[in-house]
């Protein structure tokens, strides 16, 4: 009896995710979809949520040609909801679903996130030099130009002005949202992310 209520102190609880039908109901994913991924997650995450380092990890599984640490805390940040610094499975698809699946507007909330790292509503060069960077560590020898300080920030000078509409130094979700409706590249790379799932 003692073990047993010490090992039920050691042990966090286990989060169960809503059923099936309701999350198929709240995302852009089939039912069949979703157990998929969720015998992945749960394989990788047996308690139900997965915090930074997990994540991590889970990222270096997908790009074994590069070093994912730095994207994949980006991308964990730009989910991450609850002060316990952990992400249950129904954050964790609400995520794929807008990244994979969503309007252009929904992506580019997404990605304005993502790229907006101090939250103050608005992209720096800096901020976009940052999350460019972490793409070519995780992408490493897969990148095109090569992976590098230089390429990043070569990347960065070409389309950071194109973004900027109005010249003021800073991108805002609006600038975001209409570069990408624009940029046919940047969309492509958008609907690229509905095959990696």
């Given at each position: 009896?003692?073990?047993?209520?010490?090992?039920?102190v050691?042990?966090p609880?286990?989060?169960?995710?809503?059923?099936?039908?309701?999350l198929?109901?709240a995302?852009?994913?089939?039912?069949?979809?979703?157990?998929?991924?969720?015998?992945?997650?749960?394989?990788?995450?047996?308690?139900?949520?997965v915090d930074?380092e997990?994540?991590?990890?889970?990222?270096?599984?997908?790009?074994?040609?590069?070093?994912a640490?730095?994207?994949?805390?980006?991308v964990?940040?730009?989910?991450k909801?609850?002060?316990?610094g952990?992400?249950?499975?129904?954050?964790f698809?609400?995520?794929?679903?807008?990244?994979a699946?969503?309007?252009?507007?929904e992506?580019?909330?997404w990605l304005?996130?993502?790229?907006?790292?101090?939250?103050?509503?608005?992209?720096?060069?800096?901020?976009?030099?940052v999350?460019?960077?972490?793409?070519?560590?995780?992408?490493?020898?897969?990148?095109r130009p090569a992976?590098?300080?230089?390429a990043?920030?070569?990347h960065?000078?070409?389309?950071?002005?194109?973004?900027?509409?109005?010249g003021?130094?800073?991108?805002?979700?609006?600038?975001l949202?209409?570069?990408?409706?624009?940029?046919?590249?940047?969309l492509a790379?958008?609907?690229?992310?509905?095959?990696v799932?």
């Amino acid at each position: 009896m003692q073990e047993e209520i010490e090992e039920s102190v050691l042990l966090p609880p286990r989060h169960r995710p809503e059923p099936p039908a309701a999350l198929a109901a709240a995302t852009r994913f089939s039912q069949h979809e979703i157990k998929l991924m969720y015998r992945g997650f749960k394989q990788e995450c047996p308690s139900g949520v997965v915090d930074e380092e997990a994540f991590k990890n889970i990222f270096c599984q997908f790009f074994p040609l590069g070093d994912a640490t730095q994207y994949a805390r980006l991308v964990f940040n730009s989910i991450k909801r609850k002060q316990d610094g952990r992400v249950n499975f129904e954050e964790f698809l609400s995520l794929a679903s807008l990244a994979a699946r969503g309007s252009v507007r929904e992506q580019a909330r997404w990605l304005f996130a993502l790229y907006d790292a101090d939250g103050d509503g608005r992209i720096s060069r800096d901020e976009l030099l940052v999350v460019v960077q972490a793409v070519y560590d995780l992408l490493g020898r897969a990148a095109r130009p090569a992976p590098g300080a230089r390429a990043a920030q070569e990347h960065v000078d070409r389309i950071f002005h194109l973004m900027d509409a109005d010249g003021d130094g800073w991108v805002s979700l609006e600038e975001l949202s209409c570069w990408l409706r624009r940029s046919a590249p940047a969309l492509a790379s958008l609907r690229q992310l509905d095959t990696v799932l």
